[in-house]
């Protein structure tokens, strides 16, 4: 029962890409890639962002599936992270025992991880919202986690309803979580890119007051109703 699988690592995300998505909004990249791979109902806990001072939290994602309550298989992850690494911990989506809490988000982040995102619970969210790296989690429980296994490191995991694989890049912030296959990185981002420079200049266009809106008579079938008359 206690056996975890270990698949090779994939490699990391370039550190030009890291740089780049840091500067994205999660919601743009998930509108720059068909608005699919978004990580549904994972959310930062508490105000675990504010140390990135509005950027995105960004790394590669270090792929962990673990049974439902159990962390044998994440502490095994912790040992084979890499600087710049994102946990993302496929606990089956289960809320009744956290997967981890501060002492392993502490020594997560002395390893150099940039983040940890759980298809599951975490506990201790006073200490996550006040800690050294964002926290993404299902939900929070005080009951804690057992050591047993199984589970997998660097394999395929389902986090949120999107498929992750072991090296895609990972990107979160108040939104929630968006995952960017490896090989689509590069390409996404450039859309990405391009949109957030277009919602900027429609920002500037609602300020003056002269924001295209023709677009929705080109979209919409409207058709007028006359409200039938009331019979005496």
Not at 62 to 76: C, K, S
Not at 118 to 147: N, Q
Not at 181 to 190: H, N, Q
Request: proline share 4%; net charge negative; hydrophobic share 45%.
């Amino acid at each position: 029962m206690n056996t975890v699988h270990l698949y090779p690592a994939a490699p990391q995300v370039p550190d030009d890409l890291v740089r780049r998505a840091r500067r994205v909004q999660a919601s743009v990249i998930s509108d720059s890639q068909e608005r699919v791979q978004g990580g549904v109902g994972i959310s930062p806990v508490g105000d675990c962002l504010a140390g990135l001072r509005g950027d995105s939290m960004v790394g590669t994602a270090l792929t962990v599936r673990t049974r439902p309550g159990d962390n044998l298989a994440v502490h095994q992850a912790l040992e084979l992270a890499r600087p710049g690494d994102v946990l993302v911990i496929d606990a089956r989506g289960e809320i009744v025992n956290a997967i981890l809490g501060e002492l392993m988000t502490l020594y997560a982040a002395s390893r150099g991880v940039a983040g940890i995102v759980v298809d599951g619970a975490v506990r201790d969210r006073a200490d996550l919202s006040a800690g050294p790296i964002p926290v993404f989690a299902k939900g929070i429980s005080h009951m804690g986690p057992y050591k047993s296994g199984p589970g997998a490191i660097h394999g395929t995991v389902t986090v949120g309803g999107a498929v992750v694989s072991d090296g895609d890049l990972v990107v979160g912030d108040a939104d929630g979580v968006v995952f960017v296959a490896r090989d689509r990185s590069e390409s996404v981002l450039t859309a990405a890119e391009a949109v957030t420079a277009s919602e900027a200049k429609q920002r500037e266009a609602i300020g003056r007051g002269e924001w295209d809106r023709s677009w929705i008579q080109d979209a919409i079938n409207l058709v007028h109703v006359q409200e039938a008359a009331h019979s005496a």
